[in-house]
């Protein structure tokens, strides 16, 4: 079974822009979780989706948001773009209900640069 | 709120040196336990978990062991190799009521032959 696939791979925006990155689950996972994590640190949590609703929100601004399809794809939007933005955007998927002890198993990650 | 602390890096050994990571936590309730690594350019993989106290989780000679009266989940290895080499983040997932994880910082390993 193929993991956890993101797309693009890298963008180059500037500042003031809007950008959409997008994330497909493990085949079976309903659960897609979106995570920042920006150079030398670790990936801090954005939002959960669960069953195409939002189950759970990080410490992020409004400028952040995403949405879940029926076929449980995620996408991420971020609009106006600031310098530190800039950062490696993660996505996880896992099989467990909401708040279950679920395992997050992650792809390899959209690396976003704001110029 | 929930938090994870890891020892500051880089961790710089020789090849069949002995590893441990230290990684403490600070959480209400019972949370679950995970060691993640990541590989130069790439994403997180799990290495390995524990979901209750005394739990010891293991995979490819990594070992932790969910220490609830300490708050640690310290992560070891017997004999590293250069492929090791990479940033180690521990997290944990609490009660929340959705899917979060909370990770500490990071510590980069380096093993040189």
């Known amino acids: 079974d193929a993991g956890v696939t993101q797309s693009p791979t890298h963008l180059i925006k500037t500042r003031g822009q809007h950008v959409t990155l997008r994330c497909s689950p493990i085949?079976?996972?309903?659960?897609v979780s979106w995570y920042q994590q920006v150079l030398g640190q670790g990936p801090q949590f954005i939002f959960q989706?669960?069953?195409?609703?939002?189950?759970g929100r990080g410490n992020f601004p409004d400028r952040f948001s995403a949405r879940q399809f029926p076929n449980y794809s995620s996408e991420l939007n971020v609009n106006a773009l600031l310098l530190g933005d800039s950062a490696l955007y993660l996505c996880?998927?896992?099989?467990?209900?909401?708040?279950?002890?679920?395992?997050?198993?992650f792809g390899p990650g959209t690396r976003l640069l704001v110029l | 709120g929930d938090s994870v602390t890891q020892m500051e890096g880089p961790v710089t050994l020789s090849e069949e040196a002995f590893l441990t990571i230290n990684c403490t936590y600070t959480?209400?309730?019972?949370?679950?336990l995970f060691w993640y690594v990541q590989y130069p350019g790439e994403g997180l993989q799990l290495l390995l978990k524990?979901?209750?106290?005394?739990d010891k989780g293991s995979n490819k000679g990594f070992e932790a062991t969910y220490r609830k009266e300490t708050t640690s989940f310290h992560l070891e290895k017997g004999s590293v190799q250069v492929s090791d080499s990479a940033v180690y983040f521990c997290?944990?997932?609490?009660?929340?009521?959705?899917?979060?994880?909370?990770f500490g910082t990071g510590t980069r390993l380096l093993v040189s032959p």
């Open positions: 996880a998927s896992s099989l467990a209900l909401a708040g279950g002890p679920g395992t997050q198993y």
């Open positions: 085949s079976g996972h309903k659960s």
């Open positions: 989706y669960y069953e195409k609703e939002e189950r």
């Open positions: 959480a209400t309730g019972y949370p679950s």
């Open positions: 524990a979901t209750k106290a005394d």
């Open positions: 997290a944990l997932s609490g009660d929340t009521g959705f899917q979060k994880l909370v």
